[in-house]
């Protein structure tokens, strides 16, 4: 069964910080792409991060560069989001995605919330 579960998300005020995790389960991690989206309230979801197998590389919304770090640890199959000098318009509820390179196959998690305000 496979599972991704995200934790970590809350109220946090402007310039505050939160780390996002996701654990995976079910799923060969190690050779999945791991994604961040977020969907703000009456909005689409949008890419907010990405890291391939290996951490090597690694793609950010133009929103969040040098604000948002995503890393990865195989060992405990589990990405995460360090997301810094937050601002009111990160609110949004944040999932975890993975894309397992050998089945092409992709999986969601159910979403963390997030709000930044004073």
């Known amino acids: 069964q496979v599972q991704l579960v995200e934790s970590g998300g809350g109220l946090v005020r402007p310039g505050g910080s939160l780390r996002l995790s996701c654990a995976a389960s079910?799923?060969?991690?190690?050779?999945?792409?791991m994604k961040w989206y977020c969907q703000a309230p009456g909005k689409e979801r949008q890419l907010v991060a990405v890291i391939t197998t290996t951490g090597g590389i690694r793609n950010y919304a133009d929103s969040v560069k040098g604000r948002f770090t995503i890393s990865r640890d195989n060992a405990k199959n589990t990405v995460y989001l360090q997301m810094n000098s937050l601002k009111p318009e990160d609110t949004a509820v944040y999932y975890c995605?993975?894309?397992?390179?050998?089945?092409?196959?992709?999986?969601w998690g159910q979403g963390t919330q997030v709000i930044v305000s004073s």
């Open positions: 995605n993975a894309v397992e390179l050998v089945t092409s196959k992709e999986y």
């Open positions: 079910g799923f060969t991690f190690s050779r999945s792409i």
